[in-house]
């Protein structure tokens, strides 16, 4: 390649030589230098039309290699064969660990089951490109995150498929964003329908409680009227008690800070334990660290909070059983875990459960609102509160809060 450029050099400059002397008096000697001269020039404007290639090259490489966003490419196997620091960044792999494996490990069991990889696969075939497909990929640490994909086939110069492409961006934060916005938005106009219904049965339910509570005096507590007045005055306080949560939950919440002891707290609520358990068989097992930092939080929204979980865990044990409560801290974070080993909550409910008016138990057991109030209350103090359960071994409830 190289004489084949010098071999043309020579030729332009004998035919430059040639149209010098055939139409112009110039001395032979400056000829061969101005020949020369063009040689030198042609030969630098060569070198400097290639540096500007690479440069070029270079600077999309650059593009690629540094994105944000994931860019991964793909041969026509599937096999990975291009890894990005966004993808490194993203997904928790570095690039020697992922060259050449099918791309198929990054995405999550159940969507493979439900045929995403063939999906994707059938997409770029068919379209030669897929467009902010939205969907859950799985990181190195196991961690499922949500990701909008897009794809497209790439070609070689005779137009056949040489592999694709895949751009890959981490929307995680967005969706979390979304999710939140979506449930501020449903928690507003539940609060104004539940606050307008609440008020307008408070009065009917207080003449009714008060004229079964006088009736009442004047019954004998053997007689059949005492049985079904005294069911009427139950009722009553249990919807009134609901009443009481619809109105908690509807109002906005104002947070009344003072510093505490969690430890102190979990302590009280534990003795108050033995009038929730029914007659049931349960040991409450205790693990409260010992220099656990006191903390500012509002005590009677995260002792209702607190109650609302410790009631559940009562409940969703049969006949015996165990719960615990743990209390710790690490990293300007205070947690409390409440555990149970009863029936367990399904996969498909603790998806639900903190959404309001949701209950799995039976009718007249609850609201539906202990769990949301209790999220509420969390997020309030810049907090959270998340579930693990296994069905029918157990579930576990984890509330954090702030330390400083």
């Known amino acids: 390649m190289e004489n084949m450029v010098t071999s043309e050099f020579e030729k332009q400059k004998e035919f430059l030589k040639n149209e010098l002397r055939s139409k112009y008096n110039i001395p032979e000697a400056d000829i061969d230098s101005i020949a020369d001269t063009a040689e030198t020039v042609l030969f630098q404007m060569i070198q400097l039309m290639k540096e500007g290639k690479s440069a070029h090259e270079k600077f999309f490489s650059d593009i690629i290699l540094n994105s944000i966003d994931a860019i991964v490419g793909f041969d026509n196997e599937y096999n990975i064969f291009l890894w990005n620091r966004g993808a490194e960044n ?52 196991g961690e499922l995150i949500n990701v909008s994909i897009s794809r497209f086939a790439v070609n070689n110069e005779k137009n056949e498929p040489i592999g694709s492409v895949g751009i890959i961006r981490d929307i995680t934060l967005v969706k ?59 009722e009553t306080t249990r919807i009134t008690k609901s009443i009481r949560h619809l109105l908690n939950f509807s109002r906005p919440v104002k947070i009344n800070r003072t510093e505490n002891d969690i430890n102190e707290l979990i302590n009280k609520i534990s003795k108050q334990i033995k009038f929730l358990k029914d007659n049931k068989d349960i040991k409450l097992r205790k693990s409260l660290q010992k220099d656990l930092p006191k903390i500012k939080f509002d005590y009677a929204q995260i002792e209702e909070s607190i109650m609302n979980i410790v009631t559940n865990a009562v409940q969703a044990i049969h006949k015996t059983g165990e719960i615990g409560i743990r209390t710790s801290s690490n990293g300007g974070i ?12 399904s996969k498909e409910n603790q998806a639900k459960i903190f959404l309001p008016f949701f209950s799995s138990k039976e009718y007249g057991k609850g609201t539906g609102l202990g769990l949301s109030i209790a999220k509420k209350a969390l997020k309030e103090h810049n907090g959270d509160i998340k579930v693990k359960s296994n069905p029918g071994k157990g579930t576990t409830f984890t509330l954090t809060l702030p330390a400083d």
């Open 176 to 234: 979390k964003l979304e999710k939140e916005l979506r449930e501020k938005e449903n928690l507003a106009l539940i609060g104004e329908v539940v606050s307008s219904i609440a008020h307008s049965l408070s009065n009917p339910l207080n003449i009714i409680s008060g004229n079964a509570d006088f009736l009442l005096l004047n019954k004998k507590s053997t007689s059949d009227e005492y049985e079904e007045l005294k069911t009427i005055l139950d």
């Open 90 to 141: 993203i997904f928790g792999y570095k690039k020697f660990e992922v060259m050449g494996k099918d791309f198929s490990f990054l995405i999550p069991q159940y969507l493979l089951e439900k045929g995403e990889k063939e999906f994707l696969i059938d997409e770029v075939k068919s379209k030669g490109f897929l467009a902010n497909h939205e969907t859950e990929r799985i990181t190195k640490s």
């Open 334 to 345: 205070v947690k409390v875990d409440i555990s149970d080993d009863g029936q367990g909550i």
